[in-house]
């Protein structure tokens, strides 16, 4: 997801989706299977108040563009990874 878009910033975004989904998970028990996506921000900018703050609003990774196919296929490796290690 990108962070800066028209309208509404990817981390606008990112921060409701994770506030919706943690209300959500106040409402129910862990195992109904409700599970926050994991979100990667896509930013030309890497710096590390940009970091920082993609981290902050909810998301699980921060990726530079441009971002090769071997790039997101190892990214999207590691969230896969990381999901069933939960």
Do not use: N
Request: glycine fraction near 4%; proline fraction near 6%; charge should be negative.
């Amino acid at each position: 997801m990108p962070i800066t878009v028209p309208g509404m910033s990817g981390a606008e975004c990112a921060s409701q989706i994770r506030d919706h989904f943690l209300l959500r998970s106040e409402l129910k028990a862990a195992s109904d299977g409700i599970y926050a996506p994991l979100m990667v921000a896509v930013t030309s900018s890497i710096s590390e108040e940009d970091c920082e703050m993609c981290f902050e609003k909810g998301f699980d990774a921060v990726q530079s563009k441009p971002v090769s196919p071997q790039q997101m296929r190892f990214l999207l490796l590691d969230c896969v990874a990381y999901v069933y290690s939960m």
